[in-house]
């Protein structure tokens, strides 16, 4: 489908609502659960950090993938299987995940449908295509996007690929994200102009520096800043 005119496509998780402050939560409440006798919590967590980057490869992303993570997390650090009663509790641990609860980052929807009446708006999200489209109604947001993308990965050649499914002009496509890993550099490869709208709490496997001089990504504080630009 051919999109004319300026383009914004949009990430979702941690843009366009809270996602990683869920799982940080889950992830608190796990290690103090843990109380492991020789290492300490930030030990732990890069523990879990490597298990989490090495399953992303082979698994992808989502809230069931996140607790298999911390299943084998727990079975690395106990040097046994984990128990069905170890399993269950972690399940309860992350409740909120599992129900994919959606909390809006503020002014989002109201600056979505102020954009939506000047300019084409596009959806690209990665994750698990059920958990991203359950939140996505959730959120009830999918009414402003043109098209959405549930993608597994999101790197350069996707945004290549985005450019052709719609024949876009990189020049006017603008990418924005909380993600310089997913949604900043790989779109800027692409040669699409991006948007950066940091999240404090960026998953830890997201981040990735930013080249400062490049004149082709806009910084912003907060998303409704997107009306005095666009």
């Known amino acids: 489908m051919k999109v004319t005119g300026q ?7 941690d843009t366009l609502w809270e996602n990683n ?17 020789t290492l300490d919590k930030t030990e732990i967590r890069a523990i879990l950090n490597d298990i989490e980057a090495a399953n992303a490869v082979v698994h992808g992303y989502g809230s069931k993938i996140f607790l298999r ?12 299987p984990a128990t069905p009663e170890e399993l269950r509790h972690i399940d309860e641990l992350a409740i909120a995940l599992i129900e994919s609860r959606v909390e809006l980052v503020p002014g989002v929807a109201e600056t979505l449908a102020s954009l939506g009446d000047r300019h084409h708006l596009l959806l690209l999200t990665k994750g698990d295509l059920e958990e991203q489209r359950r939140k996505l109604d ?3 947001l999918a009414h402003h996007f043109r098209d959405i993308h549930i993608v597994r990965e999101k790197d350069a050649d996707v945004y290549r690929w985005l450019t052709a499914e719609h024949e876009l002009t990189p020049a006017t496509t603008w990418m924005i994200g909380n993600s310089p890993k997913s949604d900043i550099l790989p779109a800027r490869q692409a040669g699409m102009n991006a948007v950066f709208i940091p999240n404090d709490h960026t998953w830890v496997l997201e981040q990735s520096e930013l080249d400062p001089h490049d004149e082709r990504v806009l910084r912003l504080r907060e998303f409704p800043e997107l009306l005095n630009h666009f």
Do not use: K, T
């Open 21 to 37: 402050i869920l799982f940080e939560r889950v992830i608190d409440d796990f290690l103090h659960w843990l109380e492991h006798p």
């Open 69 to 80: 993570s911390l299943g084998e997390c727990l079975q690395r650090l106990r040097e046994r």
């Open 7 to 13: 383009v914004l496509i949009f990430d979702a998780d």
């Open 138 to 140: 959730a959120s009830g």
